[in-house]
């Protein structure tokens, strides 16, 4: 009962520094020390944010996670620009380090993983294998669709737009549209 309500004057300490809206009802993990909100950042009932296994989350200015989106480093580091946004549902995690702009929104159901499991043969079961963790950068105004996975060792370059179901390592081209399983170039955006 002591942790409960000690995680709840903290969380509070938050919002109020902040100026932003953490939810009570957000599940928040770890060591807080290791969370960082920016002004206004809102995080809505059923939100996760964990550092439990190391890492940080950094969230800046006017950004906002949905309930039952989840952000978990599992011991990597999060950055997330001013003015981004997870939808509901949407999982990210932090293994081998996630750097999000400003500016970016990832739609409902989508997932972000910078690790990927090994697979060798007779080297044990697979969840016991090493991780790769390459990382992930997504660069500035990016729109990543609804159930979107992006998979270890992406850039998703400035302007971007990733289509709802697409799977896959990405190194995009900046304002390319993309799409598929396995998700490849569909056209450039129209400037005009």
Do not use: C
């Amino acid at each position: 009962m002591l942790s409960a309500l000690y995680r709840l004057v903290q969380r509070l300490k938050l919002s109020i520094a902040s100026k932003g809206k953490v939810s009570i009802r957000a599940h928040i993990y770890g060591d807080l020390k290791r969370i960082e909100l920016g002004s206004n950042v809102v995080i809505e009932r059923g939100a996760t944010l964990s550092t439990r296994y190391g890492g940080s989350i950094r969230i800046g200015n006017n950004s906002i996670v949905r309930s039952a989106a989840i952000v978990s480093t599992h011991g990597g580091n999060i950055s997330i620009g001013n003015n981004s946004g997870l939808n509901h549902y949407s999982v990210i995690y932090g293994h081998g380090g996630l750097s999000i702009g400003s500016y970016v929104w990832i739609a409902a159901g989508s997932v972000v993983i910078p690790a990927n499991h090994g697979f060798k043969m007779n080297q044990g079961p697979i969840y016991q294998q090493p991780l790769s963790k390459m990382g992930i950068v997504i660069e500035d105004n990016v729109w990543i669709g609804a159930n979107a996975t992006i998979l270890d060792g992406s850039i998703i370059r400035e302007g971007s737009i990733i289509g709802a179901g697409s799977v896959g390592k990405l190194d995009t081209v900046e304002n390319g549209i993309y799409a598929g399983n396995p998700s490849k170039l569909v056209k450039l955006r129209d400037e005009s």
